[in-house]
């Protein structure tokens, strides 16, 4: 017999979902290391992370799959923690979407409600809302191999939304898919899950997928919560090399704080002939060594010498990949070291002057704000 919960009245929507000191071990191993995560009633949130991290663990004990070695899993309000899978109002959406290949769009989504014993009326009713829904309702007779990668995207999640789950977990939902399919899908499984007001966690290993799809991230690494915000907050302003290194391209410079203010601070870095100027005071003792991480669009090119005391070197050109809408310039620093720095094609053409090609002699230079101070 499966243990039940009951519901705790007047649930906070702020904390709908509580993770609290969560360990999954296996011998000595932490797949998952003492995870605490709070989410919001209606959010989509994104466990990001590279193979091994511990985001697919962590989304299998919320689905009741793995037993938590420690901790305990609240969903509004209940205590589920050592309930059973079927007992969760929780549903899962795979990978690879398990359809079953017998039946039709409207069986596969039919399916968990026929199990639920659901009266006949009803579930005719969901899956009719859940088809056009997903605007799969032509296809309802279809068999999942008629259907492209997109479609039984489409179908696998209408199954999933079907019984109206309080939590929609979804495991690489893209994954299947190919690149430009999953881009277009990004946006319309969003506006999907929005429409019905879903609460969702996916895991992902799509730094881009992540930041499209999801209102907050959880980056992940060794089984730990290595950056919890926005997509923008953790992007403009990662809290580690790690981070910042994970979510997109960056230039990483090792520096030493030659002068900590209340309204800015300056830096020296061996791979810059000049310093470099923080409009904000950072804290921490004196003469600390610490990195910037300075994005690569953040980054401008100049024929001229920048008439500026800080933020600019000389570099030379010495790879150029032409991307259509952008350009990314390889700049080597007196150093040694390479600098990346993405330009918009329209800037050259907008100021009129021809793009910098190899081995020319340029100068980058980089707004105050613009560079991310972290100290591990």
């Excluded at 000191?21 to 990001?48: M, P, Q, R, S, W």
């Excluded at 409009?279 to 980054?299: A, F, M, T």
């Excluded at 809408?325 to 720095?341: A, T, V």
């Amino acid at each position: 017999m499966s243990e039940k919960a009951t519901t705790k009245p007047g649930t906070d929507p702020a904390h709908y979902l509580q993770i609290k000191d969560i360990v999954k071990t296996y011998g000595d191993n932490y797949a998952v290391d003492h995870v605490n995560l709070t989410i919001k009633k209606n959010e989509i949130f994104a466990l990001l992370g590279s193979s091994g991290s511990g985001k697919s663990t962590l989304l299998r004990m919320l689905a009741g799959m793995e037993t938590p070695t420690q901790g305990q899993i609240i969903l509004d309000g209940e205590d589920i923690t050592k309930l059973q899978p079927y007992d969760r109002p929780i549903n899962m959406m795979f990978q690879s979407y398990a359809l079953f290949p017998h039946m039709s769009v409207e069986q596969n989504i039919a399916f968990g409600l026929k199990q639920d014993k659901l009266p006949k009326g009803e579930i005719s009713a969901r899956v009719e809302e859940m088809l056009r829904l997903v605007q799969m309702s032509k296809y309802a007779k279809r068999k999942p191999h008629q259907l492209s990668g997109g479609q039984q995207q489409r179908v696998a999640l209408a199954r999933s939304l079907a019984k109206r789950p309080k939590l929609l977990l979804l495991d690489e939902p893209l994954g299947a898919l190919d690149k430009k399919l999953r881009q277009q899908t990004q946006l319309e499984l969003v506006n999907t899950l929005e429409k019905v007001g879903a609460t969702c966690i996916m895991v992902t290993h799509d730094q881009e997928e992540a930041m499209t799809m999801a209102s907050r991230i959880a980056i992940m690494s060794d089984g730990q919560l290595q950056q919890v915000g926005t997509p923008s907050d953790i992007y403009d302003y990662p809290n580690s090399r790690f981070t910042a290194e994970f979510m997109g391209e960056t230039n990483i410079l090792a520096g030493k704080v030659t002068e900590d203010g209340a309204d800015h601070t300056i830096i020296q870095c061996p791979d810059l002939q000049q310093p470099v100027y923080l409009g904000h005071g950072i804290g921490g003792p004196e003469d600390q060594n610490i990195w910037l991480s300075i994005r690569p669009e953040d980054i401008n090119i100049y024929r001229e010498q920048p008439p500026l005391e800080y933020n600019w070197s000389a570099g030379i050109v010495k790879e150029i990949a032409y991307l259509g809408s952008f350009g990314i310039f390889h700049i080597q620093l007196p150093s040694g070291k390479i600098i990346k720095s993405q330009v918009l094609s329209s800037y050259w053409e907008q100021y009129n002057i021809p793009m910098p090609t190899w081995e020319e002699k340029v100068y980058i230079n980089w707004p105050d704000n613009q560079a991310s101070p972290l100290t591990h």
